[in-house]
């Protein structure tokens, strides 16, 4: 019954990656995603996150009452979100400065709250270490790649370099809002594209 | 009855570790936070306004107690000689409080130059106080001990077209600067030995 180690962790990069097939965690993946920078960034604090508080709902499933789960959930995410900003602020705080509100805004993310209630609650500690990572590596990937293509479409550059040279005229609609919502339903539609074959 | 009070002790441990945990962290990342507000915030102006110094104004800094709050000075030394400092004062703006960081220099109570940190004015009308430096350029070689004023108020600083109200701020926080000035001057005079 009990899936390997491995696959709980793959399974986060194709099956189940968040945005694109759980489409969940969608407002993050819309809003920061202006450049790859950005997108990492946003990737790795979520990462951190999702794996603490997966530890530690999976360490307390059987103390943590079933009628007030989803309180004691939010508090375990809130507390890493918190830790999460003041390491930002302490070490990248020009990274920090680019995304402002959507750090803190980590808390009421699907993708943590689901893996909380979907897997660490009923789960051992190694799985849910697995699944954290999974899910969130799955999550950084999706959105280092919508990050990437709206960077070079909208700015002509990749992690802040010039790809195309100046002669480019940058297609700058990508890095905006409207962009965002063009680039999610693309990558979308080709992950179904893909999926159903 | 049981189960409550089951969910009652877990949520209240559950709650107080979480809290112990953020207090803890914050207390060890403090210091390093200020630094790099100093640094991304402040540090633009206090460098546009001591340029040329030898020194690393953000590192030489010393605090002063001002009534209840602390002020920071940050000093610049030029040619060896540690007599002009940078501080930040603030005055009332068009969308809310203007950060003004001032230099002076000590000998002859000038400002040498002045920038904006943080506003929220108007973003192109507003906000040319920041960026506009024929605007902050006006306020280089004022005495320092005085109260600024706009032109319409019988001052001599020309205002920015469509933005009175934001220049106005920029001189009350000038002028505020020149009180702060003269209330620690003192103070400011016997802290800044120490860098010489």
């Known amino acids: 019954m009990a899936k390997s180690i491995t696959q709980e962790f793959v399974k986060g990069l194709w099956d189940e990656i968040p945005p694109f097939r759980l489409v969940l965690g969608l407002c993050p ?46 508090v375990i995410i809130a507390t890493f979100v918190i830790v999460v900003e003041l390491l930002m602020q302490a070490y990248t705080y020009a990274l920090f400065l680019k995304l402002g509100i959507f750090i803190p805004l980590i808390v009421v993310n699907c993708v943590l709250l689901g893996r909380a209630e979907a897997f660490a609650y009923k789960n051992g500690v190694i799985p849910s270490i697995a699944d954290g990572l999974g899910i969130g590596a799955g999550f950084t990937l999706s959105l280092v790649s919508i990050g990437a293509l709206r960077e070079v479409l909208g700015n002509g550059t990749f992690f802040g370099m010039s790809v195309f040279g100046s002669s480019f005229q940058p297609f700058t609609f990508m890095v905006e809002a409207p962009g965002a919502f063009v680039c999610l339903g693309l990558m979308l539609s080709m992950m179904n594209l893909a999926g159903n074959k | ?158 205002s920015i077209s469509g933005a009175t109200v934001t220049s106005r701020g920029v001189c009350g926080g000038v002028s505020n600067a020149a009180e702060i000035y003269k209330r620690l001057k003192p103070q400011i005079a016997e802290k800044i030995k120490e860098f010489n």
Do not use: Y
């Open chain 2, 1 to 158: 009855m049981r189960e409550i009070i089951k969910m009652i002790v877990v949520l209240t441990v559950l709650s107080s570790f979480s809290g112990g945990l953020l207090a803890a962290i914050r207390g060890g990342t403090k210091d390093k936070i200020e630094t790099q507000q100093l640094l991304f915030v402040k540090g633009p102006a206090i460098r546009s306004i001591l340029e040329g110094c030898s020194n690393d104004p953000i590192v030489d800094r010393f605090k002063i107690k001002d009534g209840d709050i602390e002020r920071s000075f940050f000093v610049g030394i030029f040619d060896g000689k540690a007599n002009t400092f940078a501080f930040e004062s603030a005055g009332k703006g068009f969308g809310g409080d203007i950060g003004i960081m001032v230099g002076v220099t000590l000998d002859n109570d000038k400002i040498i130059d002045i920038g904006v940190t943080t506003h929220s004015e108007t973003p192109g009308i507003g906000s040319k106080a920041k960026t506009d430096p024929k605007f902050s350029n006006q306020f280089k070689g004022l005495a320092a001990v005085e109260l600024c004023k706009v032109k319409p108020d019988g001052g001599e600083i020309d």
């Open chain 1, 29 to 74: 993946v819309l809003a920061v995603t202006k450049s790859v920078e950005n997108g990492l960034g946003m990737g790795v604090a979520v990462v951190f996150v999702l794996v603490c508080s997966n530890i530690l709902v999976s360490l307390l499933r059987n103390i943590i009452p079933s009628k007030v789960r989803i309180a004691c959930f939010i």
